[in-house]
């Protein structure tokens, strides 16, 4: 992971179920650096400390949204990873490949929508499917190379 991506963990009122600073981490290693380039920060919060952050509603893609309803967020090279939208009733969290992996579906989707911002600016219209094309690209990669062990086991499951 680049040592210029700082992760940070602010609350208000909240505990997180399950230790998410390592997750992050470890889900950052598997980034290739050269699509960290621009990015600063990772934010890991709760929608409570998003009200306050960033008030109002906001609007893309002619949709409004509150930033504090999201389960995450770009914003000018800054990801906000809001764990109370993420974990909403996943008892699951305990498992630590699951908890890494749900984590990951939405970090690597912010990333994506980062990654359009830096690589390939300009008018899209559908942000969503790019960041979505490019969550499953890294998200693939991180299970390949990090979980190379259940490879057989997702193959009988599939």
């Given at each position: 992971m680049s040592s210029k991506v700082k992760i940070v963990e602010q609350y208000y009122?909240?505990?997180p179920p399950v230790h998410v600073y390592g997750a992050v981490e470890?889900?950052?290693?598997y980034v290739p650096e050269e699509h960290l380039s621009g990015l600063h920060t990772i934010n890991v919060t709760n929608s409570a400390y998003m009200r306050e952050a960033l008030k109002g509603k906001y609007t893309q893609d002619k949709r409004r949204?509150?930033?504090a309803d999201c389960r995450g967020l770009y914003w000018h090279g800054e990801i906000w990873l809001i764990l109370d939208q993420i974990f909403k009733a996943d008892s699951l969290m305990i498992i630590p490949a699951l908890r890494t992996i749900f984590i990951g579906d939405v970090l690597?989707?912010?990333?994506g929508h980062h990654i359009?911002?830096?690589?390939?600016?300009?008018?899209?219209?559908?942000?969503?499917?790019?960041?979505d094309e490019w969550k499953e690209r890294l998200m693939?990669?991180?299970?390949?190379?990090h979980?190379?062990?259940l490879r057989g086991v997702l193959k009988l499951l599939t």
């Open positions: 009122n909240y505990r470890v889900l950052m290693r949204f509150r930033a690597y989707h912010e990333i359009h911002r830096m690589e390939q600016p300009g008018f899209r219209k559908d942000k969503e499917a790019f960041a693939q990669m991180f299970i390949r190379q979980y190379w062990y």
